[in-house]
T-cell receptor, first 114, second 112 residues
Framework: EAGVAQSPRYKIIEKRQSVAFWCNPISGHATLYWYQQILGQGPKLLIQ????????DSQLPKDRFSAERLKGVDSTLKIQPAKLEDSAVYLC????????????FGPGTRLLVL | AQSVAQPEDQVNVAEGNPLTVKCTYSVSGNPYLFWYVQYPNRGLQFLLKYITGDNLVKGSYGFEAEFNKSQTSFHLKKPSALVSDSALYFC??????????FGPGTRLSVLP
């Protein structure tokens, strides 16, 4: 089966610019996650969707980050405006169910903010 | 709040020797525990998980982990390390209804 797809793989922007990332989960997976992984750290959950509804966005910096999953399938994560500290790898993952199920990760989008 | 600790930033082991990567956790209820591996320039890959049942869990690539409730630990083990096991290993935990929390990671280097 096809894995989790993400694009772009790399992005370089200047601070205060906007950027968007796209994720297509594994077919049939109801739960979708966005993580931020800063170099040398473990992934940090930004937002979790169950179908097209938000389950948890408590760690999402809502003044600049937004995410949507309108049709309950693919999802976009946007940063506007970007700051230097947003430089990180943004990982998308999906799972069949929310709690016990294994998460399958995409390759990530590496963002560099200059 | 839940938390995960991986006390070693780096673990070095000779090829053929047993390896252990340590993980301890803190949750308020019954934990769901996971191990993931990250190879350079690749996404995280699932290794194994503990949900309930037998405390010894077997996973991919010959890895296993033992859930110890009294010590709140979930150490990853392999009887005989391979050079290709060299990677970054993450322990993760969640409590029912709570966030999924990853540890900071442990870099494993297997020396030929």
């Amino acid at each position: 089966e096809a894995g989790v797809a993400q694009s772009p793989r790399y992005k370089i922007i200047e601070k205060r610019q906007s950027v968007a990332f796209w994720c297509n989960p594994i077919s049939g997976h109801a739960t979708l996650y966005w993580y931020q992984q800063i170099l040398g750290q473990g992934p940090k959950l930004l937002i979790q969707f169950q179908n097209n509804g938000v389950v948890d966005d408590s760690q999402l910096p809502k003044d600049r980050f937004s995410a949507e999953r309108l049709k309950g399938v693919d999802s976009t994560l946007k940063i506007q405006p970007a700051k230097l500290e947003d430089s990180a790898v943004y990982l998308c993952a999906s799972s069949f169910d929310a709690y016990q199920e294994t998460q399958y990760f995409g390759p990530g989008t590496r963002l560099l903010v200059l | 709040a839940q938390s995960v600790a991986q006390p070693e930033d780096q673990v070095n082991v000779a090829e053929g020797n047993p390896l252990t990567v340590k993980c301890t956790y803190s949750v308020s209820g019954n934990p769901y525990l996971f191990w993931y591996v990250q190879y350079p320039n690749r996404g995280l890959q699932f290794l194994l998980k503990y949900i309930t049942g037998d405390n010894l869990v077997k996973g991919s690539y010959g890895f296993e982990a033992e859930f110890n409730k009294s010590q709140t630990s979930f150490h990853l083990k392999k009887p005989s390390a391979l050079v290709s096991d060299s990677a970054l290993y993450f322990c993760a935990v969640r409590d029912y209804g709570q966030n999924f929390v990853f540890g900071p990671g442990t870099r494993l280097s297997v020396l030929p």
